[in-house]
């Protein structure tokens, strides 16, 4: 067992002081503020729980300041995005999403939601091992640190029926037994484990949306979700109905069930999703990026939804700006200040974000849970004079700012490792736009 002195930590919703941990087996087995002990570990900075990125296509973070380069739309984008897909093996991908997972580290993030729909060779056939490209994705993980929800994704339609195109056959099994029996098959470790997702509404046919509720059972379901107005038309065209309803009424919508980017809804929808306590996956920083538009994320959690937060395609990493983004948006989209406190930010990308991935006992300083840290430096050029409270950590602090990071009481990051970071992430993503 290890103690530790935290000089002032995020305990029981607010700033402490002295607050004394004890670690064992990956666990905090005892919490004690305002202590005076005689021999423990300092621990100096503000201390946040481990934070949850509860969104991530690894493969995107080679996209970052080359999509940028001209104008265009959410599709042209998407062009891009296929040239990187159909670049990448079992080994490029290791490689590449153990860098980003570091990135993720280096920034407070202790688990992640990996929506994984690159499943097989660049022909659509498999690999001898059918889920190599999943393993890569939970080894690099295990390598960074951190924790992983595979959120195994369900992808069978370029668009409401028509057959997958080009680099999207490497996304489909053909169907959902198909899919279901090589997602069963996947084996991951103490540091992983396996969720569900469908791509969006536009690439699952109607028809099968049943067979997929039945599978999923209480494992965490995430979905794209009216990202695009595009997406709603086309649903309204095909179906008659909204992507929110027509989960909703193919039992898809519930208390596990994450709902990302959910920026185009009606009233009706918002209802439908905090009838059914269903979480909303914000990625703020993409969603500008792609000009997503701003998602109604207040209306949302005061109809009885969760707000949880992701980095999606990585544009940028750091959880810290996801945070205040939610509020800065808000305060955009409607011409006033003051939407959301920072400790619900905090309640966002901490126990709430932990639980959609099905992690429910991470995310808080408490007894009993994953003993995970993140220490941010409350005098740097940003956070000096800020007052050292959950203000300073959401509307102030950036990645930057953090100095360590514990994952499952293990320290994972220390001060000095984001230039052996900053290097491996250049030498990965060089190496795959290099390749023929």
Known sequence: MTAYLLERAWVDGAFRDDVLVEVEDGRFVSVTPDADPRRAVPVRGLVVPGLANTHSHAFHRALRGRTQRERGTFWTWREQMYAVAERLDPDTYLALARATYREMAASGTTCVGEFHYLHHR??????????????????????????????????????????????????????????????DALGVGPHARVGAAVHSVRAVP??????????????????????????????????????????????????????????????????????????????????????????????????????????????????????????????????????????????????????????????????????????????SVRTAGTGRDEGTVVFAAAAEDVRRVMADGRWVVEDGDRAGIGRELDDVITSIWERP
């Open 122 to 183: 660049p022909d659509g056939s498999p690999y001898p091992e059918p889920n190599a490209m999943g393993e890569a994705l939970v080894e690099a993980a295990r390598q960074a640190g951190i924790r992983l929800t595979l959120l195994d994704t369900l992808y069978l339609s370029s668009g409401f029926g028509a057959a997958p195109q080009g680099v999207q056959v490497r996304y489909s099994d053909g169907s959902v037994d198909a899919w279901t029996a090589r997602v």
């Open 206 to 379: 109607a028809a099968d949306l049943p067979a997929v509720a039945a599978w999923v059972g209480e494992r965490p379901f995430h979905v794209h979700l009216s990202e695009q107005v595009a997406e709603n038309d086309g649903c309204l065209a095909a179906h008659g109905v909204t992507p929110a309803r027509l989960l909703a009424d193919h039992g898809l919508l519930r208390p596990t069930t994450s709902l990302v980017h959910a920026t185009h809804l009606t009233d009706d929808d918002v209802a439908l999703i905090g009838a059914a306590g269903a979480y909303a996956s914000f990625c703020p920083t993409t969603e500008r990026d792609l000009g997503d538009g701003v998602g109604p994320s207040r209306a949302l959690h005061d109809a009885g939804a969760r707000l949880t937060l992701g980095s999606d395609s990585h544009a940028v990493v750091d959880p810290f700006e996801e945070m205040r983004a939610v509020e800065l948006d808000e305060r955009l989209a409607t011409q006033q200040r003051g939407h959301w406190t920072a400790a619900e930010l905090l309640a966002a990308a901490t126990t709430d974000g932990h639980a959609s991935l099905g992690w429910d006992d991470a995310g808080a300083i408490a007894v009993g849970l994953r003993a995970d840290l993140v220490v941010v430096d409350p005098a």
